[in-house]
């Protein structure tokens, strides 16, 4: 007897010592990011497990079995062949390619897979804006079909972004969801965004204000920023270029309790004045920018999660003549001009303890001081913006409803006369004061497994312009799981604030006429879209095609052409027309080989009488009648080396000339072109290094009468009364230039204590 319980414990011994424990972490090829719930299941059985939230398992192995499965939605499944004496495993799975699965919320405000949303929505990760790496999302937005970042000044480089040919003053900017960058911001908001903080980028194109108010007319920007959770837990990507810029970000994680915090900081330095095509300026500003920011993703008591961010800007730029130093700045000496910025934004959202039922409260809060100096012309100028709403969510069988309460307070003051009150002679500062609430309801029927309805209006009642109404109305058909239809129509609104958006406003070049009281615009809009993705023995094919119409009433018009001394506001005496179609089509191989490609036609035009009644066919500027992306990218998995081949093709766009001027009225067609090589070292290194505007290209005679920008000499051998205008913009002005920076991921060290090691 004694003898058969000593053989039991001895096999049972021995079966235990058979089974043994491994672990690991499963993150994105690309992105180096957690892949939260993945399956971990040991081959030919049914033995497995899930990763946790930051991608992290641990599994006992059976005995004999030495190889396991790992999977998850959106990736190719990888089998992991263990060996002798390893119990810790970083695996890295590659996504599918597909976007089938792509998890999307700005379309609806509720996440869902972007096949399922009756509102078409694009998808861009963090992975795509590193095959052509910049400083800012700015920048990046390059890559995006039908999406133009747009410079607005030769000397202090303000942009904005157009959809469609639209201005940026139409395209709202969220962050997670939140009116983050808007008016004040608007031109500089952008720029201070770092990649650190990008998850994703999802792209509406159309108007969404049912859902998200003002100036969502052209479309929207929700940039995704990185969770805490499935974050690493350092991540560092410094560069430079061959011109003197320095950009560094660096972000690192931790855990507190039921609390995981992520911080990033990003530091962009380019203080190195050059000119190129000797005209005496600056060729791009100089800037000195730092940005901080914090998220805090908590899991509360019961069980509904909250996340709570914040972030500060600083920047100092200038632009102007090459002897141009501080000790000018809003002189009439030397021209410069100066930007100080300080920006505070705080957002984030709580599931309310509610039971079942879901119900959060969005809010965010932003503070944007600037202070500058367009030469000799001061600009001053402060806002606060607070937002909340109330969001309720309810699903039943074949109806989603979706309702919220909006509530957004702005106040505003600056030393213009957009807040002065009373005469010439007895003005005095007005600072504005704006509230704007409202209601909205969004219905999602499913009528057929096949077929979907989407409905939505809104109400709004702005303390200016009284009450406002915005509906919606979008139907999706998808005959077949890969390919869906869809056609969406909606009006938009936008309360317009010159001077915070508008730029050529403040340069001093030209005077400011408002001819009348400015009336909110409206919109209307129509986009028909097929989204489709066919696989195949090599790959799939991803194929996006939109066709898209706006209509506009009270557009704001500034007029740059009847007073070359002047800009003249005024609400369109006609209509305004945005119309075209898009395409997208996107190649994935598996020998690692992957080509996106994009085109964009479109005609912005607006009617307006003149004073006799005519109706005038007006070309909008800034708006290239065709335009098109490409980024070709391979993997060489061997040797670990990815070649990134990215341009942006630009048609002809109308300018802003002046009468008889010299330079041509439309732009010639360009190419934006980039080259990159990624190298993958041990430890988690990334070294990268290649060339910006390949082709060199360079626009010509960017500003008009450079020699004298404070008009001094206008009298003087100038037979068509030319003025002194940086206006005439349509690409960067710095020539081709390369870039080298390195990158380190440090995955969490919890790996090997959740393999008990």
């Avoid at 119990?87 to 998890?103: N, Y």
């Avoid at 395209?171 to 004040?184: F, K, N, Q």
């Avoid at 349509?730 to 230039?737: D, E, L």
Wanted: with cysteine; glycine share 8%.
């Amino acid at each position: 007897m004694k003898t058969k319980f000593i053989l039991l414990l001895l096999l049972i011994n021995g079966l235990v010592q058979a089974q043994s424990s491994i672990g690991g972490r499963v993150s994105d090829a690309d992105t180096k990011e957690a892949v939260p719930f993945a399956n971990v299941v040991v081959s030919n059985t049914t033995t497995g497990t899930t990763t946790d939230e930051a991608g992290q398992f641990k599994l006992q192995l059976p005995a004999g079995k030495t190889s396991i499965i790992i999977s998850s939605i959106g990736y190719k499944s990888d089998t992991l062949v263990l060996s002798k004496g390893k119990a810790v495993f970083d695996v890295a799975l590659r996504p599918s390619g597909g976007k089938l699965s792509e998890v999307v919320v700005s379309g609806t405000m509720r996440a869902m897979s972007k096949m399922e949303s009756p509102i078409p929505v694009e998808v861009y990760t963090a992975a795509l804006f590193k095959k052509n790496p910049t400083p800012s999302l700015f920048e990046s937005m390059n890559m995006i079909t039908g999406v133009q970042p747009q410079l607005n000044c030769n000397v202090c480089n303000t942009g904005d972004i157009h959809i469609n040919g639209l201005e940026g003053p139409y395209t709202m900017i969220l962050i997670d969801g939140m009116p983050i960058v808007s008016a004040l911001s608007s031109v500089y908001g952008l720029h201070g965004i770092p990649g650190s903080m990008v998850k994703r980028v999802e792209v509406v194109k159309g108007p969404a204000s049912t859902l998200y108010g003002s100036e969502a007319v052209a479309g929207l920007v929700n940039v995704i920023t990185r969770d805490a959770i499935s974050s690493p837990l350092f991540k560092a990507d410094i560069s430079g270029t061959t011109v003197g810029e320095f950009n560094a970000d660096v972000s690192a994680k931790w855990k507190a309790g039921r609390a995981n915090s992520l911080l990033g900081v990003n530091y962009f330095n380019y203080w190195i004045p050059k000119d190129i095509n000797k005209d005496n300026f600056t060729d791009v500003t100089q800037q000195n920018r730092f940005s901080i920011f914090n998220k805090w993703d908590i899991r509360q008591k019961n069980d509904k999660a909250a996340s709570l961010a914040w972030r500060y800007v600083y920047e100092n730029r200038w632009g102007g003549e090459m002897q141009w130093n501080t000790s000018w700045r809003g002189t009439d000496s030397v021209y410069g001009e100066s930007i100080y910025t300080h920006r505070v934004e705080a957002f984030g959202s709580v599931g309310l303890p509610t039971g079942k039922e879901n119900i959060r409260l969005d809010y965010s809060y932003n503070y944007h001081f600037q202070d500058s100096y367009y030469g000799k012309v001061k600009y001053l100028a402060q806002q606060h913006t607070a937002f909340a709403q109330l969001v309720w969510d309810k699903e039943w069988k074949v109806v989603t409803l979706l309702s919220g309460l909006p509530f957004r307070f702005m106040y505003y003051d600056d030393n213009s006369v957009a807040t002065m009150q009373g005469d010439s002679a007895n003005r005095k500062n007005k600072p504005s004061f704006s509230y704007l609430p409202g209601v909205f309801a969004q219905a999602e029927f499913r009528i057929h497994p096949k077929f979907t309805m989407l409905t939505g209006a809104r109400y709004d009642y702005n303390s200016a312009h009284g009450h406002i109404f915005t509906p919606r109305l979008s139907f999706k058909f998808s005959p077949h799981k890969n390919h869906t239809l869809r056609l969406t129509g909606g009006s938009g609104y936008r309360v317009v604030n010159i001077f915070t958006e508008d730029h050529a406003a403040l340069t001093g070049a030209r005077e400011v006429v408002i001819s009348s009281a400015l009336k909110p615009e409206r919109s209307w809009n129509g986009n028909l879209n097929y989204n489709g993705y066919i696989n195949h023995a090599y790959g799939f094919v991803d194929l996006d095609v939109s066709l898209f119409y706006t209509y506009f009433t009270n557009q704001i018009m500034a007029d740059f052409l009847s007073d070359p001394q002047k800009i003249i506001y005024d609400n369109l005496n006609g209509y305004a027309t945005s119309r075209g179609a898009s395409t997208t089509l996107n190649f994935s191989f598996t020998n690692g080989l992957h080509i996106s490609t994009g085109f964009t036609w479109m005609d912005v035009f607006r009617k307006q009488r003149d004073t006799k009644g005519v109706m005038q066919h007006l070309p909008q500027l800034f708006a290239p009648q065709f335009s098109a992306n490409y980024t070709v990218s391979y993997n060489i998995r061997k040797i670990g080396l990815t070649i990134d081949w990215t341009g942006r093709i630009n048609g002809p766009m109308h300018l802003p000339v002046v009468p008889n001027d010299y330079r041509p009225e439309k732009s010639p067609t360009y190419c934006l072109m980039s080259i990159q090589l990624t190298k993958i070292l041990p430890r988690n290194f990334e070294i990268y290094a290649g060339i910006k505007n390949a082709l060199n290209f360079l626009p010509k005679d960017p500003i008009l009468r450079a020699f004298d920008p404070f008009d001094k000499h206008i009298t003087e051998n100038n037979p068509n009364n030319y003025t002194f205008d940086p206006s005439y913009n349509y690409a960067p002005i710095q020539g081709i230039k390369g870039f080298i920076g390195l990158r380190w991921t440090l995955f969490s060290a919890t790996a090997k204590q959740v393999a008990g090691e």
